[in-house]
């Protein structure tokens, strides 16, 4: 790890303050893909700005049918809360399945978000949840806010704060781990909303993706017998040492199958 | 053999991405880090070989001028002409190319050394994980021309070794360099990066095997043709794999009239290879097994029968093979009736039934595994017991644990062989003033080797005690009886214990009673029948193994829970491989792919679902335990039976064979492909 | 320089070190706890976990000023925490590790036994399948992990006495 600053904001404000007096600073949350990455040197920031411990970064609050949820909130918590689980119990499972205990202890909702990792789980839930991403400076729906690999809307100084999740009716998420790494090799969220149903697919793709067939299909009649043979086009998937474009393309399919199954 | 030089750090060429180029020394790993960012190297990128394949190729760009066709040397064993005589007047010949792949060892402690020398002696003390002092002072003054006496190993602890902790690495002479022209200690400490690209690798090995049978399915003769990729340089061990380890036991546990092998050993631009858990052993014996598996698919035979009458029976023992190797003692249909019975073989068709009503492809797969152990560098095996003041007898040896329980087994031995209590004995390994000759940790051997000389230092100390017991206790020696620890008068109560004893005689060094325990011990020949039943999901191409069972023939079993921990560590670690583990080198650049555990599937807990030992001993009268050795029988059993079970599994579909490793989105390509979908492209192919 | 007060096995520690100082090599070096090792660099194998707050983390993927203020458990301190004056006493995982053989070379060990202390402290009567689930963040290359999951399983019951 190259030599840096680490500082940790005692409120919002300070951190906004820590961001504009030093641009090369980046956030420090949970750490997860932070440090490896630095312990690697492929990022050299000047300085580091823990924001994992500040109070409006914190809360689970569930009321009007969405489910916001504070960017410091760990995996562990997300898995563990009973508002989490009462309003959207898939979620909770998501994040039980993120990684292992070790890192679900200390990775953030927020970060992973904010990383937007083309294998990383939250993504899809997002998607498939219709999800704002609520910053210090706005409020950004997920779509607009996922922007491709590793990248987001997100301005330079800007802090996620919370991410508010629509309440579905029902919904499952089903991923298929990349056997080294456990990072979604598929991953499928399938949410059944009251205005329509949502499925969300990461880790097969350059980036997390709303799967319009697979929804077209499951809103006809939501069923797993309505994916049968159904799966996202091939060409745009992503190809590797480790598999095939087809394969994640087929495993997209599986796995949206198994999460309607989970469901019906 | 055509070997060229390994310098430490490389010189106008650099051989494999990985190669130590550059060295720097600081006050702490973390500015050596930063300055070492600041080094400078100006590369001329040359064309890369990687594989195999490329290597042999026509014109192929050739890494070192002492190895025209990057050809290390060709190597042959048995009768190549009497073979081709069998293949002629064969009426059914089965051939098939099995590929092992390359693998990275990965022990969870991370290589390391630390270095000072004393200016005033000339001697070097070095630090590091080791399989013994004595191979790593040899291997280390080859390396650096200091002569042996003049380094002082020392090594406590081994974070796991499995034959990639047993060589001299680059790293060791630079930081020994380094100490002596500083005039202060030196230590480097190896990240997992600096494993995945710096250690020795495993495996890499082609195996090309054809078996000749006559018409009632008796087998006529088996020939290999091998080429085993030896990496950049040539290790000590790298060429011994792919030849003798290879060869020796290249008919199994099968009488065959013939045998015959063919191996060449390649130079690539990868990470040099050589010993890994087995070190070809489990290679030979996986290519055999899936042979045998796959001839009798394709001859219509049933498998177990084709086995069962081809086997070396129990009482051809000793049986000389056709390339002259003996194999003392076995019960191989034993073995197998045993392993076949407690797997529930004869049960297996309603299971696949019913998991084929789940939508599942179950398959059951078989080996009978045999392999060679036991054999040494050194011409023989020494320990010495050694009483000390504070009341244990101290055991000095040369094998390094690196985590196969010497300290236990070996002082049970000891302690058995004295019938005092084992908190009495202690076993240290690795003495760096010790001037013992023996086998470090390889091949099995410890317990056989190192073990047996244990054994004969209790007898020993008894008769060194004797005389001074009988002066003790007033006696005449041959009055006295020895048993449970102490010498008695026959016939009387007097007594005196051994300890006892060894506390009056205590004052001189060395000690009256410190004694040398030693022997040359023969080769063994582990063997087992391993039995893996697998489940597929078809969907997604993940693999389940729903039951082990591992049958062995180890030989007289000391200490049963941690023989047993070694089957389930060598089985794993054949799981690893069979399912996921492999070392992929971009052709085009020479960067190795999988240089990270989040590239590099490394097995998990609860990979074997149910999972049961048991030991078959026909104890061997090589060594005097009786003992045929534990440490990589597991792999020589797993590779074979897993990737039978898959193959059994994947039969009905029509895939006979399929390259290892049986990652998911390989076994779904091929299911896929077998079901009749066209598939654009496939999974990275193995690579050896 | 960072300045870091936390408590490390019961007792209150302050450091200065580089901001860049890793948790572990802060405890490895600075504090001479070296029974907790470092395996990887990439937050997989798991040797390097301890205790943050009572919950497993893995002290190579955090600075050690991140861990500022914050109660730390290590292996040397685990045996200590069933009791007062129990600091002799192996913790019922150690002493299940023990009894079933669930270590070879010893290398991932520390991490291991904190990784199913911390799952054991939450759950404490895991099934097979919730053992498995919470060692996936801890390799091991030796035992093929039959004997960890069964001492697992006995640790549970030594602890629910």
Known sequence: ?????????????????LLAEHP???????????????????????????????????????????????????????????????????????????????????????????????????????????????????????????????????????????????????????????????????????????????????????GAFRWREAEAALAKRFNAGSLAGLE???????????????????????MARRAVAAIQ | MRKPVWPPLARERVHFVGQPVAAVIAESAAAAADAAELVQIEYRDLAPVTTLADALREGAPQLHAEAPGNLAFDFESGDAAAAEAAFAKAAHVSRLTLRSQRLVGNPMEPRACAASHDAGTAIYTIYTPTQGVNGMRGALSALTNVPRERLRIVAQDVGGSFGIRSPAYPEHAVVMAAAKRLGRPVKWVGTRS?????????????????????????????????????????????????TRNLTVTMGGVYRIPVLYGRARCVYTNTAPVSAYRGAGRPDIAFAIERLIEYAAAEHGLDPIEFRRRNFVPAEAMPYKTANGTVYDSGDF?????????????????????????????????????????????????????????????????????????????????????????????RIRASDPEADLVGSGVGGSRSLAGCGSACRVLADRIVEQARPFAAEALEAAPEDLEYARGAFTIKGTGRAIGLFALAERLAGPTPHPLDALGEGTFGATFPNGCHVAEVEI???????????????????????????????????????????????????????????????????????????????????????????????????????????????????????????????????????????????????????? | ??????????????????????????????????????????????????????????????????????????????????????????????????ECHALQCGFCTPGMIMAAAGLLAENPAPTEEEIVHALEGN???????????????????????
């Open chain 3, 1 to 98: 320089m960072a300045k870091v007060a936390m408590t490390v096995n019961g007792k209150a520690v302050a450091l200065e070190l580089e901001d860049r100082t890793l948790l572990v090599d802060a405890l490895r070096d600075a504090l001479g706890l070296t029974g907790t090792h470092v395996g990887c660099d990439s937050t997989q194998c798991g040797c390097c976990t301890v205790h943050l707050d009572g919950r497993s983390v893995k002290s190579c993927s955090m600075l050690a000023p991140q861990a500022d203020g914050r109660a730390i458990l290590t292996i040397e301190g685990l045996a200590g925490i069933e009791g007062p004056g129990s600091g002799d006493a192996l913790h019922p995982v150690q002493q299940a590790f023990t």
């Open chain 2, 537 to 688: 999901d078809p969907d997604t191409g993940a693999t389940r193994i729903v039951r082990y069972t591992a049958v062995d023939d180890i030989g007289t079993v000391v200490s049963p829970a941690l023989a047993r921990g070694q089957v389930h560590g060598g089985v794993v670690q054949g799981a690893g491989q069979v399912f996921g583990e492999q070392a992929i080198y971009a052709p085009d650049s020479g960067q190795l792919l999988t240089a990270s555990f989040a590239d590099y599937p490394m097995p998990r807990a609860g990979i074997i679902e149910r999972f049961d030992v048991h030991p078959h001993p026909v104890p061997t009268g090589t060594n005097v335990l009786g003992a045929k050795g534990v440490g990589e029988s597991g792999c020589s059993g797993s590779l074979p039976a897993l990737a039978n079970a898959v193959l059994d599994a994947l039969r009905p579909l029509g895939i006979a064979t399929l390259d290892l490793p049986f990652t998911p989105a390989r076994l779904w390509e091929a299911i896929a492909a077998a079901r009749g979908r066209a598939l654009s492209r496939r999974a990275h192919a193995p690579q050896v």
């Open chain 1, 24 to 206: 090369a600073a980046t956030l420090l949350a949970g750490g997860m893909t932070l440090i490896p990455t630095l312990k690697l040197r492929l990022a050299r920031p000047s300085h580091v700005v823990d924001i994992a411990r500040l109070a409006e970064l914190r809360g689970i609050d569930g009321k009007d049918g969405r489910l916001t949820v504070g960017a410091a909130t760990t995996h562990a918590e997300v898995a563990g809360a009973v508002a989490v689980r009462r309003a959207i119990p898939a979620l909770a499972e998501l994040a039980a399945g993120i990684g292992d205990p070790q890192v679900r202890n200390a990775g953030t909702l927020g970060g992973s978000v904010a990383n937007n990792d083309p294998a990383a789980d939250y993504p899809a839930a997002v998607l498939a949840l219709d999800a704002t991403i609520e910053t210090n400076r706005r409020t950004i729906p997920a779509a607009e806010f996922l922007v491709g690999m590793f990248a987001t809307a997100l301005a330079p100084g800007e802090i996620v704060l919370r991410v508010g999740f629509a309440m579905p009716e029902r919904a499952a998420y089903r991923k298929f781990a990349h056997p080294a790494s456990g990072y979604a090799m598929a991953g499928v969220f399938v949410a059944e909303h009251r205005d329509g149903v949502r499925v969300a697919v990461t880790g097969a793709g350059p």
């Open chain 2, 333 to 425: 249909a034993a073995v197998m009736d045993d392993a076949l019975a407690r797997a529930g073989h004869a049960g297996f068709a309603a299971r696949r039934a019913e998991a084929a009503a789940r939508g599942k492809l179950r398959g059951i797969g078989v080996a009978a595994y045999l392999e060679a152990a036991g054999a040494g560098a050194a011409p023989k095996d020494q320990v010495r017991g050694r009483f000390g003041a504070d009341g244990f007898l101290t055991v000095w040896t040369l094998t390094q644990s690196g985590g196969q329980g010497h300290e236990t087994t070996f002082a049970e031995i000891v302690a058995s062989g004295l019938g005092v209590p084992i908190e009495r004995v």
């Open chain 1, 1 to 17: 790890m190259r030599p840096l600053v680490y500082r940790r904001a005692a409120s919002l404000a300070e951190a906004e303050r």
């Open chain 2, 194 to 242: 600096e494993v995945f690209l710096g250690d020795n690798q495993g495996r890499a090995l082609e195996l090309t095997g054809e078996l000749a049978l006559d018409a009632t399915g008796r087998i006529l003769a088996l020939r290999w043709d091998h080429v085993a990729n030896l990496g950049a340089y040539a290790t000590p061990f790298g060429a011994w794999v792919g």
């Open chain 3, 139 to 161: 390799l091991c290359r030796c035992t093929g992990y039959v004997n960890i999951v069964s001492a697992v399983q006995r640790a549970a019951e030594l602890m629910r006495g």
């Open chain 1, 232 to 254: 996202p086009d091939a060409s745009g998937l992503n190809a590797d040492i480790h598999a095939s474009a087809e394969y994640r393309a087929n495993l997209a399919g599986v």
